[in-house]
């Protein structure tokens, strides 16, 4: 089974995505939603997972609050704040843009 | 709002790190538990799954470090922990550290001192609105050379000046008067300035109100502002002090205004408390030299170009109305003030500065050689950190962290230093060097002293942080002594210990001329003596002595009276104290020039009016005719002393005694003497102005015969110590006129003394340089050479082991050491003969690059290296050879 890096600058797109879907989950949960929505794809490194979510913190888009597991485990719970929504559309129309692009170059080719 | 916010949580994640910490770990272990159960469902066995998640989860700490850094702190973690560690590394060598802080603290303290004085002087913006576009109205090319303008000058500038400036106002130094009807009499500082004065410096009385063109005409009433301390000392601040009067030299002064607190004129060295109004316009004798500033604000837009080509046609009427005062190619000429000031100021002060700074730079060469020394020692230690993963960066940061603290609690302790010595360095700043409010140590200079330490901090160990960091991991950890030093630090520290000397070289030869030029100048021959002599000045003023006649029968009584009192021998008067003064001179023809008309090329020479008895206090000898006698008088011929440079300048070979000159015949009517003089005798030479100014041609005119004796100096040779006859002048004249009492009460000496402050000043700062450069490069020689012989023992035992004498094994270690000093000298002395030009203007009668101070402080130097090679050189000799080689 082969799997993908995540094309860079994406994470934060794929993230705030999972949880704009899925509402409130923890870091395992967003990088197993991830692969599996990418159908065994794209997987997600824990060693950017996590700063990742943590720079996502910094900059207010997600917000964190302890919770537990359906087996009570105590976990750190991600949900999307009103900014992490207006950055998730700016993103998904930016990733778009691009995306256009290169598919037009492809097709030209 | 977004950034405040980021900010905040930023904020907040740092004052609970800890917690941050913990949560992110059981994060990590909830995911790796996840995980092991996902990969135990897909049917690992348990210690597999454990393995396999682990393993490609990578490094735990490294992820938590890297969502710790997400939060921007790295920076000031690591700084934190650069910190903590530099304090504990510093506490663990005391002895070290000791060291380095105290010969930092003398660097950064001293430059702390000189720095709050060169701010004061150079860099502290005038406090004046507008400061710049105030302008020193000035010209240049005229022929008596001076650096003043005369009311005429400023009076023709006027009428030109609606176009130009703002304002453009007069200042006249008038220096000190006589305030009485206030209790004792006093001296106090005044100055004129005329109704536009203040207003060009955007200056406003606090009360009452400025001059206007009214004041200071001959008829109008005198009126006179006060400075805001004289109104706080002398009328407590009264609120109603308008209109009340102050009696100066026997006149009362109408209060008019009081200046507000800020106000302060940098240009006078005492701060005038009474501000009287100039009389303008006023002709005086002379039209061209008035010894009054003009200070100019520019109006916004206009250049200076355009300021002095408006102002220098002015100057060419003048010179068709008094063709011998002014010359066709004077020009006006424009200096904003504030350069006028630091002008004034000359070069000594920033060349103290640079001085002060090399101590600086060995301070720096000396610690950086102990932290070189200390980094061979801590080189395993350097390698235990790279080998866990430091980089070369953390470890420099660390490295130089721990130079930088060194370096700020060396500049902290410095500015105890610097409080210490601030009131004794202040005690030899000249006070004629004007500088823009007090000397202190404010903000700005404490602001200098931080920096300069941090500076300071990154310079000395930098180079000792590049070296250490760049560790050879292997050798190091294998190496159980591991004492070899890193690569290239025992050349780094052979060149610092030379550049040691050679900079103390260099503060060595500076501190050598300049003490020669004081002590040249001390001994120079003066001319005359000034041991046993009491001076003092009296001033005479009001209706009392309101006549040449009256003056001169209070001199005649006087002198009569002090030369009667008991322990006093002899008593002179003269207008001007040689040495304390720059004394007035006078232009004269002679006889033969008596009848010219108009373009007379005059004689110029300086002209005292004396006492007969006056040379003969000073011991000045009479060298040819007959000194000044009773019958010198009012009513005789007019007669004239000259001294021999003039002597010789007008009649050289023949006798002048006989001659008659005429003193300011060539200004016409009004600047004329009614008669010429006789001369009757030739003394003499004597330095005048100062010790370090030739004697000028001078001549001398007996007190009765002039009308100029408002304010004189007397002189008395006194049986023992000048200051014990004090009481029986004073008495002598209370017995005369209580009102008249003497100021200005010195010995002779300590005139002269006072009149070589600037030598003093310059000699004894470089010399206080000097010596702290010579102590602590005497240290890093002796820190360098002793190291080496720790480092060669083996290699000394073995020649010794194969019989090497004692004396050879001193040889080796000495020439080491005199190899280090000889480089230094070389290269110093080198330095030392660029740098001369700079100093020049310090000496006086020593060249800069004077042969035998060079040699001289060479050798100093020399033997300032053997003698601090001999301890570690005793060392090397009494290396046991068998406990050298045992030691491998």
């Not at chain 2, 004697?695 to 014990?724: C, H």
């Not at chain 2, 020593?846 to 130097?861: E, K």
């Amino acid at each position: 089974m082969h799997r993908d890096e995540i094309p860079p600058g994406t994470l934060y797109l794929l993230i705030l995505k999972t949880l704009a879907r899925g509402g409130e989950l923890h870091g395992y949960e967003i990088a197993k939603t991830i692969q599996q929505n990418s159908e065994d794809v794209l997987q997600v490194e824990e060693g950017s997972l996590y700063p990742a979510l943590q720079r996502m913190l910094v900059k207010g888009w997600v917000k964190a609050y302890w919770g537990t597991t359906a087996e009570n485990r105590r976990a750190r719970y991600y949900r999307l704040t009103s900014l992490g929504r207006k950055q998730l559309q700016i993103e998904q129309s930016q990733f778009e843009r691009v995306i256009g692009a290169i598919t037009r170059v492809i097709e030209t080719a | 709002m977004g950034r405040i916010g980021e900010l905040w949580r930023r904020l907040a994640m740092l004052f609970r790190r800890g917690k941050f910490d913990r949560d992110m770990d059981e994060e990590i272990r909830l995911h790796l538990e996840l995980r092991e159960k996902e990969r135990a469902a897909n049917g690992f066995s348990a210690e597999d799954a454990h393995m396999n998640a682990r393993k490609n989860f990578g490094n735990a700490l490294a992820l938590r470090e890297a969502s710790h850094d997400s939060w921007g702190w790295a920076w000031l973690e690591h700084l934190a922990q650069d910190l903590k560690f530099a304090f504990r590394m510093l506490r663990k060598s005391p002895g070290f550290t000791a060291v380095a802080v105290l010969t930092l603290a003398l660097g950064i303290g001293a430059n702390t001192a000189i720095f709050s004085i060169v701010d004061a002087i150079f860099l502290r913006p005038l406090p004046f609105a507008h400061a710049d576009r105030i302008y020193l109205v000035d010209r240049t090319g005229n022929r008596l050379g001076g650096s003043s303008i005369s009311e005429a000058i400023f009076v023709a500038w006027q009428r030109e000046a609606d176009g130009i400036f703002e304002h453009l106002g007069l200042f006249r130094s008038i220096g000190t008067v006589k305030l009485t009807g206030t209790g004792e009499a006093e001296m106090i500082s005044a100055a004129g300035a005329s109704p536009e004065f203040f207003p060009a410096l955007g200056i406003q009385p606090e009360m009452g109100r400025n001059f206007n063109p009214q004041d200071g005409k001959p008829d109008a009433p005198h009126v006179a502002i006060l400075s805001d301390s004289f109104w706080r000392n002398r009328f407590g601040s009264d609120p109603n002090v308008l209109g009340h009067s102050v009696t100066l030299e026997g006149l009362p002064f109408t209060i008019v205004g009081v200046l507000p607190p800020q106000f302060m004129w940098p240009v006078e060295a005492s701060p005038p408390q009474v501000w009287l109004a100039v009389q303008v316009p006023v002709i005086s004798n002379n039209p061209s030299n008035g010894g009054r500033l003009a200070i100019g604000r520019l109006k916004p837009g206009v250049s200076l170009a355009q300021a002095e080509a408006a102002l220098t046609p002015a100057l060419g009427e003048l010179h068709h109305e008094f063709p011998q005062m002014f010359s066709p190619e004077e020009k006006a000429h424009l200096d904003l003030l504030h350069d006028f000031l630091t002008k004034g100021a000359g070069s000594a002060p920033l060349l103290l500065f640079g001085a002060v700074g090399l101590v600086l730079l060995i301070a720096c060469a000396n610690v950086a050689n102990l932290m070189l020394a200390r980094s061979a020692a801590r080189q395993r230690e350097m390698a235990v950190r790279a080998a866990i993963g430091a980089s070369r960066a953390r470890i420099v940061s660390q490295l130089l962290t721990e130079s930088v603290i060194l370096a700020v609690f060396g500049g902290g302790i410095g500015l105890f230093v610097c409080y210490a010595v601030f009131g004794a360095i202040l005690s030899f700043v000249p006070t004629e060097i004007p500088h823009i409010g007090a000397y202190k140590i404010d903000g700005i200079v404490l602001l200098f002293s931080f920096l300069l330490s941090v500076l300071t901090g990154i310079i000395f160990g930098l180079a000792p942080a590049m070296t250490a960091s760049k560790v050879d991991l292997n050798g190091s950890l294998k190496d159980a002594r591991a004492q070899s030093t890193p690569s290239g630090a025992g050349r780094i520290r052979s060149v610092l210990a030379s550049s040691e000397v050679a900079i103390s070289l260099i503060l060595l030869i500076g501190a050598a001329l300049t003490i020669q030029s004081l002590a040249r100048l001390m001994w120079a021959p003066a001319g005359f003596d000034a041991s046993n002599v009491l001076t003092f000045r009296v001033a005479l003023s009001g209706e009392k002595y309101g006549t040449a006649q009256k003056r001169s029968t209070f001199f005649k009584q006087a002198i009569e009276r002090l030369a009667a009192s008991p322990g006093i021998e002899a008593a002179g008067v003269t207008d001007t104290l040689p040495s304390l003064d720059t004394g007035s001179d006078m232009l004269f023809s002679l006889e033969n020039e008596f009848n010219a008309q108009g373009s007379t090329e005059a004689h110029d020479a300086d002209i005292r009016v004396i006492s007969p008895d006056y040379l003969r206090v000073l011991h000045v000898p009479l060298v040819r005719g007959r000194l000044f006698n009773e019958s010198d008088n009012a009513t005789n011929t007019p007669v004239v002393l000259i001294n021999q440079a003039m002597a010789k300048a007008l009649w050289p070979g023949q006798d002048p005694i006989g001659h008659r000159i005429w003193i300011g015949k060539s200004m016409g009517p009004s600047g004329a003497e009614p008669a010429p003089r006789q001369i009757v005798g030739v003394v003499a030479d004597m330095r005048q102005d100062s010790l370090a100014d030739p004697s000028n041609p001078a001549m001398y005119i007996p007190y009765e015969q002039t009308k100029y004796t408002d304010s004189e100096y007397f002189v008395l040779r006194t049986a023992r110590s000048p200051l014990l006859a004090v009481p029986q002048a004073r008495d002598a004249l209370r017995a005369i006129d209580p009102e008249t009492p003497p100021t200005q009460v010195s010995s002779m000496q300590d005139v002269v003394y006072a009149s070589v402050k600037d030598w003093r000043f310059h000699a004894t700062l470089l010399g206080i340089f000097g010596a702290l450069a010579l102590v602590i490069a005497a240290i890093g020689v002796y820190g360098v050479i002793s190291y080496s012989v720790v480092q060669r023992t083996h290699e000394i035992g073995i020649r010794m082991a194969l019989g090497a004498q004692q004396s050879s094994i001193l040889r080796l270690v000495i020439r080491q050491g005199l190899t280090l000093a000889g480089v230094g000298i070389v290269v110093g002395i080198g330095a030392a003969l660029a740098l001369a030009r700079l100093i020049a203007s310090l000496l006086y009668g020593v060249s800069a690059t004077d042969p035998l101070t060079f040699a001289g402080v060479a050798a100093l130097l020399l033997i300032v290296a053997v003698a601090a090679c001999y301890i570690p050189a005793r060392r090397a000799m009494r290396v046991d050879p068998m406990v050298a080689l045992r030691y491998e």
